[in-house]
């Protein structure tokens, strides 16, 4: 990124769960539940130990407001260099 003249750049490559739009609260909420009870065991937390990873837990709410600075980052990122659309 440096050489295309974006200085102090840093990414990192994350994943998440989501669902459809519309899904009910309730039912975001439960899945949220679910997904941190199931990274806060020892066997999730050893295997993404195991390959480098780290989980990272957010509130639906939480994620929404991380989703929405990745957009406004990456995609201010992609007009300074300058990058087509394709």
Known sequence: MAEQGVSNFSYYTWLCLVAPAGTP????QRLSEALAAATATQRIKDRFRDDGLEAVNMTPEQFNAFM??????????????GLAKQ
């Open 25 to 28: 609260k309730d039912i975001v």
């Open 68 to 81: 929405a600075r990745e957009v406004e980052q990456v995609s201010k990122v992609v007009t300074d260099v």
